[in-house]
DNA sequence: ATGAAAGCGCTAACAT
DNA sequence: ATGTTAGCGCTTTCAT
């Protein structure tokens, strides 16, 4: 068995109480006995329970993230990594851990994140929000659980949460378009019932019009955040009579497909067709040619989203500093999207 | 406060021993009494404490798994993402929690695990295994706490470890380049301290050896596992005056690199040169052109590490049913190798 | 079949 | 400045 408060308190002839003490450098307690006790809890390889402290402290220190396992959302692999670094990174320096798990359904989330919550293994849990409505929001937010939520929440707009402007986001990928003249924009959507592609779709849409583009319905696809969308939103354009110059793409995953698509046709990008999206994730910079993409800040929006957590945490009670933190977003431009209408004559 | 084993006991007029009883099925139990506790255990949402039955219990249901953290193995992300969804998945089916940490130095990862291990807040972990000496491993070994390795120990060839047959592997893509025709085939290699480099590089040797072709130490080079190596590895072999026709590279973002490189400077893939490479990440797939690569199955590595690591917790002290689990590999063909040397009369 | 009591390892009043 | 005691929520002998 390992070594005990009591083990060390018999061995340095004091109480455990003053073992005790020593580990939390309480004030009242003598130089020596501090000393001494210290040396036998180093020549004895003492440490502590981590369970009986949190047993007696009510607080266990750690948190836990819900890994979405749903295969619409496995597009978020090399995204989600990030953010898990972001959350660990964050947590780990504020002395939490991090309990990673997944559910397969709504109603395992739920089971699962109430055994760790109710059960009292984490203090607070992060949720990727994606989905319009949640059941597992619904838990937490009735059970008034901490939580925070990466992404936003059209139900509950008040909720602790950390996001990107994605309106603005999608405004400046439009504008980014726009400013290299080009006048005919499509877009490329992800699913409807995302908050995320609803509110990159209004963006677009707002640059279009402050610009006074009038925009085309039939240049606006729906899709997935796969790549196969990618490629069928580009077989749909150009076999329109009338084509875009440009296109703004929901996702990098999508756009790597769209890519790959005009490849095979023999068109180039961006001569042919000029492409900004969203995300960049680490494709979007290997892609040939290199896509043009609204970095989102990943990793920060995991870092923050621990904070947040954390933070309300230990500040149960007390009213929240800020409800909602939005990460910035900037425009990294690539070879995708450098290609200036204004001094061409060709157009396709 | 949250509902308690007392609380319970207390309105179903029992003691907390019975509640506990029935919360065990344990079988000298009244029909009646269990019936009429669970109905007041769901009436009043009890959930046990995960840490007051952990301090008891000795025992904590979870296993921790150290992220790392160095620049240098980053380009795991896609590859660590699959990883990990294998662990947890394991894990939770298996009725245990992952904590997920990372540690900045060597000295850190060990601060981590000594503190998640030594104070029994994980019953053991599960280490990537890259590097070619490794204190982490060490320390862990000769505290006799459960872990397992992924990857391979050439320092402790007996761990418990899951690994893939990397010389196999690589003897199979070399021999895939060869059944095509290939007499001329480069090795893209990785950081010469990491095993896998090694191993990988033994298997290429091997197939050429068999076959009858030499080994040229200049078409041998070595780099990061960064898209950055490949692309100086292709300018390097396109420079030369006798030029492979096939390369086999160690990894699949390195790959990434040689295929940009090639098509800035107008090669065709496979045409003129041809490629194969490991890992099989989402990249290879989405690549232009499609990288035949040697799938290692990512979630499966984690989901035997997973299995591997909780049955020697459960049954610690008895003999290991296996220490070496070797999880198989595929090639993958794709475009990038799809070029018979055969029917060919030009080469490059 | 059930209850009483002890104890897991730790902290925090409450003494002194 | 330090020791004594109680208790966190649970399981598990040992009684009955």
Known sequence: MSVTIKDVAKKA????????????????????????????????????????????????????VILPKSAEELFLNSFFMELVRGIVTQANRSGYDVVLSSGGSEQEEIDVVSRLINGKRVDGAILLYSRKDDSVVEFLQSNHHPFVLIGRSDKYPNLLSVDNDNVQAAYDATKHMISFGHKRIGFV????????????????????????????????????????????????????????????????????????????????????LSIVSFNNISIAELSNPPISSIDIGIYNLGYTASQALIQSIQHQGEPQFQKRHII????????????????????I
């Not at 307690?29 to 009986?52: C, D, F, Q």
């Not at 990098?252 to 961006?270: C, N, T």
């Open 189 to 272: 959507s992800g699913p409807p019932n995302h908050v995320l592609s609803v509110d990159r779709l209004k963006g677009y849409q707002k640059a279009l019009e402050e610009s006074g583009i009038d925009m085309r319905k039939d240049w606006i696809v729906e899709g997935e955040f796969l790549q196969e969308s990618g490629y069928r939103a580009m077989s749909f354009f150009m076999n329109l009579p009338e084509r875009p110059t440009a296109l703004v793409v929901v996702d990098d995953i999508v756009s790597f497909g769209v890519l790959r698509g005009l490849h095979e046709l023999g068109y180039k990008v961006p001569d042919d």
């Open 13 to 64: 002839g004091v109480s455990p109480s003053t073992v005790s003490r020593v580990l939390s450098n309480h004030p009242r307690i003598s130089r020596e006995t501090s000393r001494k006790v210290k040396i036998i809890l180093e020549e004895m390889g003492y440490h502590p329970n981590i369970m009986a402290q949190s047993l007696v402290s009510k607080t266990t220190n750690s948190i836990c």
């Open 328 to 347: 910035p977003h900037r425009l990294v431009v690539r070879e995708s999207s450098m290609f200036s209408m204004v001094d061409q004559t060709h157009q």
